[in-house]
């Protein structure tokens, strides 16, 4: 079992920067591949990126490639999303997520632990 809890969310204007962290606790942290995913009101849950166990493989949606970056410190038991030329359509509640395998997974259904969410809001 582990606790997800995600925080950086906030209120940004386009072309603006923000760092969400996710911190873990329970089992060993680096025993999970970790995911970020977004959910926009009335919208589906999508994925956004995602990091291996080691933290040397990651994987990212293409909407996002090239101004989001994720990365773990294992250490400090949290994964981060660093959120860069942030558009108005970047605009959801953010959720990070954790699964027991090694692999990077793009699928939220391969995920065992959610956060509870942190909200990201651009303005134009």
């Known amino acids: 079992q582990v606790q997800l809890v995600e925080s950086g969310g906030g209120l940004v204007q386009a072309g603006g920067s923000l760092r969400l962290s996710c911190a873990a606790s329970?089992?060993?942290?680096?025993?999970?591949?970790m995911g970020w995913f977004r959910q926009a009101p009335g919208k589906e849950r999508e994925f956004v990126a995602a990091?291996?166990?080691?933290?040397?493989?990651?994987l990212y949606a293409d909407s996002v490639k090239g101004r989001f970056t994720i990365s773990r410190d294992n250490a400090k038991n949290t994964v981060y999303l660093q959120l860069n030329s942030l558009k108005p359509e970047d605009t959801a509640v953010y959720y990070c997520?954790?699964?027991?395998?090694?692999?990077?997974?793009?699928?939220?259904?391969?995920?065992?632990?959610w956060g509870q969410g942190t909200q990201v809001t651009v303005s134009s």
């Open positions: 997520a954790a699964r027991t395998a090694r692999a990077v997974s793009r699928w939220f259904n391969e995920y065992d632990y």
């Open positions: 990091i291996s166990r080691s933290g040397g493989m990651t």
């Open positions: 329970g089992r060993t942290f680096s025993s999970y591949a």
